[in-house]
């Protein structure tokens, strides 16, 4: 009788093995990047239950990271602004490509893939024309670079796949250059936007926030389209307007928050599984908000030091922040589990959780 191992191996042998899956990385639902207690770097899959499925290794810092649809590649950003993201085998914890920005730009530490797989896209900075530029990459041919095209606006940060195929842009506005490290240099004159593009870069619609200084940063896209906004404030922090907002295409946007703190600062944003409500965390003020998507009204909140990472579970959410915990927020907030591990900014999902 021919064994399990003789048939994969006849199955290799033919190029017709069946193709790894998450579930042959331990079914992760989430993904973060994490300092360890001395000092090195790491991308972590983390369950529902929030534990740890797969520790890999980080050249440096990483920001956030963007999973595959089907396979268990994970591409993994450095801190903004960085020029390598690797993409990683998250089933054997092999390096499959390393990819280097051109020269003269540097990532912004986010990506997506489109609804295939086939390509991935990222946000970058051509910081000597001062311009935003999406960069394409072919993932079925080992990750090589195709083309690129406009932002169509200035420090292009998250960017996400739409329901129709298409992508959102959240244009910063904030325009930096290496020889100046993270200083700001346009602050006076800063127009950020949100861009909707087709594949080809054509620009389909752009809408920019009411205050011109308030950065947009984070996206979060709901199953019809709706697009959660995260903004961060450059302005003085006693004029500082709600920095959460929803916007449908061909409307207005429509804010939320209106009173509630955040010291100027939102760090992360999501929509829960249902799409009823948006998350928030501001690890400045050491909070998380849960608004109804509907009405703006603020249903939830959760004080916690340095929160930032959050993402859905279902209709409930997800959070982490740096002293390794991973938190419930399902009307009260209950810590699924403590890790030795800072997580840093983003909590990703996998597929639908």
């Not at 389209?225 to 409307?251: C, E, I």
């Not at 400045?284 to 608004?291: H, M, V």
Request: aromatic residues 6%; contains cysteine; proline residues 6%.
């Amino acid at each position: 009788m021919a064994t399990r191992r003789g048939f994969l191996a006849g199955l290799i042998a033919s190029g017709i093995a069946p193709a790894a899956t998450w579930a042959d990385a331990g079914n992760p639902s989430f993904l973060s990047a994490a300092r360890t207690p001395d000092g090195a770097y790491v991308l972590v899959g983390l369950d529902g239950q929030g534990a740890e499925r797969f520790r890999i290794p980080l050249p440096t810092r990483g920001h956030a990271a963007a999973a595959h649809p089907t396979r268990p590649h994970a591409v993994a950003f450095a801190r903004r602004p960085g020029t390598y993201a690797v993409v990683l085998d998250c089933q054997s914890g092999d390096v499959i490509a390393r990819l280097n920005s051109p020269s003269g730009r540097h990532f912004y530490g986010h990506g997506t893939f489109d609804a295939t797989g086939d390509l991935l896209f990222t946000t970058e900075n051509d910081y000597e024309l001062g311009q935003g530029r999406i960069g394409v990459w072919d993932a079925r041919h080992g990750y090589v670079r195709v083309t690129e095209m406009p932002s169509n606006g200035v420090g292009p940060h998250d960017l996400r796949l739409m329901p129709d195929g298409t992508l959102v842009v959240a244009n910063g506005g904030i325009d930096t250059h290496p020889a100046s490290g993270r200083e700001k240099l346009n602050i006076p004159t800063m127009r950020p936007n949100l861009s909707y593009l087709e594949f080809d870069g054509r620009l389909i619609e752009q809408i920019e926030p009411d205050d011109h200084l308030a950065s947009i940063r984070h996206l979060s896209v709901r199953a019809d389209g709706l697009v959660a906004v995260g903004m961060q404030w450059q302005g003085d922090m006693a004029t500082s307007p709600p920095l959460v907002a929803t916007h449908s295409r061909n409307g207005p946007m429509q804010y939320m928050g209106d009173g509630v703190e955040v010291e100027g600062y939102v760090g992360s944003v999501a929509f829960s599984g249902d799409g009823s409500r948006v998350a928030i965390t501001s690890p400045r003020a050491g909070e998380a908000q849960i608004f109804e998507a509907a009405s703006g009204a603020i249903l939830e909140r959760m004080s916690n030091r340095d929160v930032c990472g959050v993402s859905a579970l279902g209709r409930d959410m997800v959070l982490t922040n740096g002293a390794g915990q991973v938190y419930q927020l399902a009307g009260d907030a209950s810590l699924l589990s403590s890790h030795d591990l800072s997580w840093d900014n983003h909590l990703v999902a996998v597929g639908n959780v």
